[in-house]
């Protein structure tokens, strides 16, 4: 019996399936960081420009967000708005759902107007929103705040300023976090670039099945700390947060001042491996030039998404002893498709988005048809982000 209040395309065959195949586990994505907590409470999990948190933090505040939130009434399954830049409250609001068989929907941008984001909020009917005062399109005109009180289903408002973090809830107890990992936990959306944005559904398992398969390939660990400048409000930075929290390394996130140096933050924060898009990775080359750097501080591997990158910025990489990493993939299947680091550079520059071996793939836990998805992985590795 699939305890899931959604409708989805998980069933007991597909969890049986994938499950005998190691590929799902019987774990959730919070069950994985709390481990971290229990046998590593002082390694750093999640840190941006206001705070750094250690795993033990990172897990009580989860915790006392769980906690808050089911005293309020939010029950299992209801959704979990997240309007905010990429800060750590990110990572806690999503550990909490995972936590309480909430769904996790971060996937309000800063282009979003508050007006878009209402009728998000109305289509997904959320009970909970966590938003920062001023963020958005024209948040200087428009309140979100004032409009989604409203909304009739919406229970809870957390109204978190840059640099304010969630209150503990006074003498809260939380009850025994959820230990399905076939719920749905994670609900993004669509760019919309084609009509409407559509939503996704994933659940632990088809989020930590691709998290490990990367962490695996690439070597993720303790000691990686994984700097993503995507924004968590997109999939490949919430993907970036998932791999790190499997892996037990460090999320570093790229909220600095645009004045601000990105390679001065990188070898600060002593980021191991990268995640962005061809812009980010030609940018970097080119201050590293204007200062006669010739490495990127610990920097050691590049997950490059999006769109494809010229083959001058693969060999300006590989020069500095970055390795690229070509990496694709629909929201629908949660970008699994990439390079691995034992390829030729030439594989890794000609086979982007749209030009790799086609396979078949299910469109994630949703509702969303099957399509076809390209991937440049061996099939062993990409079967494990089938769902």
Same mark, same amino acid.
């Given at each position: 019996m699939i305890a899931n209040m959604i409708l989805t395309l998980i069933s007991t065959e597909r969890i049986t399936q994938h499950?005998?195949?190691g590929h799902w586990r019987d774990h959730t994505i919070y069950m994985e960081a709390a481990g971290h907590a229990q046998h590593a409470p002082d390694t750093f999990a999640a840190r941006d420009r206001f705070r750094r948190l250690t795993y033990r933090e990172l897990i009580s505040a989860a915790d006392h967000l769980g906690a808050e939130m089911a005293a309020r009434g939010i029950r299992v399954g209801q959704r979990v708005a997240v309007w905010l830049p990429s800060r750590v409250e990110i990572a806690v609001a999503m550990l909490a759902c995972s936590r309480n068989?909430? +769904?996790?929907?971060?996937?309000?941008?800063r282009d979003n107007t508050v007006l878009e984001v209402k009728a998000l909020l109305e289509r997904i009917r959320a009970s909970v929103l966590i938003a920062q005062p001023g963020y958005g399109a024209d948040a200087e005109r428009h309140d979100i705040f004032a409009l989604a009180a409203e909304l009739p289903f919406l229970k809870l408002i957390y109204r978190l300023a840059a640099g304010a973090t969630f209150d503990p809830p006074?003498?809260?107890?939380?009850?025994?976090? $959820?230990?399905?990992?076939?719920?749905?936990?994670?609900? #993004?959306?669509t760019s919309?670039?084609?009509?409407?944005?559509?939503?996704?559904?994933?659940?632990?398992?088809?989020?930590?099945?691709?998290?490990?398969?990367?962490?695996?390939d690439w070597d993720f660990g303790p000691r990686s700390v994984i700097y993503t400048f995507s924004p968590l409000s997109h999939n490949l930075g919430f993907g970036a947060m998932v791999a790190a929290f499997a892996a037990g390394g460090e999320l570093v996130m790229h909220d600095t001042p645009h004045t601000s140096s990105p390679v001065d933050r990188l070898v600060e924060t002593g980021a191991t491996f990268l995640f962005g898009v061809p812009t980010h990775a030609i940018d970097l080359l080119a201050e590293m030039r204007s200062r006669?750097?010739?490495?990127?501080?610990?920097?050691?591997?590049?997950?490059?998404?999006?769109?494809?990158?010229?083959?001058?910025?693969?060999?300006?990489?590989?020069?500095?002893? +970055?390795? #690229?990493? !070509?990496?694709?993939?629909?929201?629908?299947? $949660? !970008?699994h498709q990439y390079t691995l680091p034992t390829?030729? #550079?030439? +594989?890794?520059?000609?086979?982007?988005?749209?030009?790799? #071996? +086609?396979?078949? !793939?299910?469109?994630?836990?949703?509702?969303?048809?099957? !399509?076809?998805c390209r991937s440049a992985k061996s099939a062993r590795s990409a079967g494990a982000a089938l769902v």
């Open positions: 499950t005998a195949a068989g909430y +769904v996790c929907c971060p996937s309000l941008h006074a003498a809260l107890s939380a009850a025994a976090p $959820c230990r399905d990992p076939n719920r749905v936990i994670y609900l #993004p959306f919309g670039t084609t009509g409407e944005p559509k939503g996704v559904m994933h659940s632990d398992n088809t989020l930590l099945a691709n998290a490990r398969a990367l962490a695996s006669g750097m010739t490495r990127l501080g610990d920097v050691r591997g590049f997950r490059i998404s999006g769109a494809a990158t010229p083959s001058g910025v693969i060999a300006g990489l590989l020069r500095c002893g +970055v390795m #690229p990493q !070509s990496g694709y993939g629909m929201t629908e299947t $949660c !970008s390829d030729d #550079p030439e +594989v890794i520059a000609e086979t982007p988005a749209g030009r790799a #071996p +086609v396979t078949k !793939s299910v469109s994630g836990t949703g509702t969303i048809p099957i !399509s076809s």
